[in-house]
T-cell receptor, first 113, second 116 residues
């Protein structure tokens, strides 16, 4: 599985934008970039995903570099409820296999009031 | 909207006992994944099922087995429990595996297993 690299932790202030970076220099052409987050004592939660173009949804935006070797998850206005561990995951189609998610070390986001 | 249901939420067992965890996927989701998350660790993939057949296997101990039933719910059976099996066990579901690698996984809130 292709690897991603994320900072161990980041801090933000409430109501400010947050940019969470992810490096994936070994990404292949068919890898989708997925972001999940995990709040304390809860299961991981889907945030957003994309392939080549930038994506927006109600939770966040995903900015993908032109060479696809990095991406940035953007939370436009952080709230205290956004404090979580954020995982950047490459998801590949596998011949004869399942499209499981392989979690690496995510970024623990702290949001200060 | 219906979510993934896991039961029980909490389970306490003694060493060498057995445990069964259950997962009820979102309706019309035919793929189920099991993950284990130890204290302070990231979720680790155990096993997955598509249309009642095992589709992938991760770092699942031989003492563990799982299956998916005709109604698509899944059970994770754990025998000869060890202290190190204490963890959160998450189940996730998604729609059809073929071509679904860009479809999100929906996770339940997990079963917390404590082995004493």
């Amino acid at each position: 599985d292709a690897k991603t690299t994320q900072p161990n932790s980041m801090e933000s202030n409430e109501e400010e934008p947050v940019h969470l970076p992810c490096n994936h220099s070994t990404i292949s052409g068919t890898d989708y970039i997925h972001w999940y987050r995990q709040l304390p004592s809860q299961g991981p939660e889907y945030v957003i995903h994309g392939l080549t173009s930038n994506v927006n949804n109600r939770m966040a935006s995903l900015a993908i570099a032109e060479d696809r070797k990095s991406s940035t998850l953007i939370l436009h206005r952080a709230t205290l409820r956004d404090a979580a561990v954020y995982y950047c995951i490459l998801r590949s189609r596998r011949q004869g296999g399942s499209e499981k998610l392989v979690f690496g070390k995510g970024t623990k986001l702290t949001v200060n009031p | 909207a219906a979510g993934v249901i896991q039961s029980p939420r909490h389970l306490i067992k003694e060493k060498r006992e057995t445990a069964t965890l259950k997962c009820y996927p979102i309706p019309r989701h035919d793929t189920v994944y099991w993950y284990q998350q130890g204290p302070g660790q990231d979720p680790q993939f155990l096993i997955s099922f598509y249309e009642k057949m095992q589709s992938d296997k991760g770092s699942i101990p031989d003492r563990f087995s799982a299956q998916q039933f005709s109604d698509y719910h899944s059970e994770l059976n754990m025998s000869s429990l060890e202290l190190g099996d204490s963890a959160l066990y998450f189940c996730a579901s998604s729609p059809a595996a073929g071509g679904s690698y860009n479809s999100p996984l929906h996770f339940g809130n997990g079963t917390r297993l404590t082995v004493t």
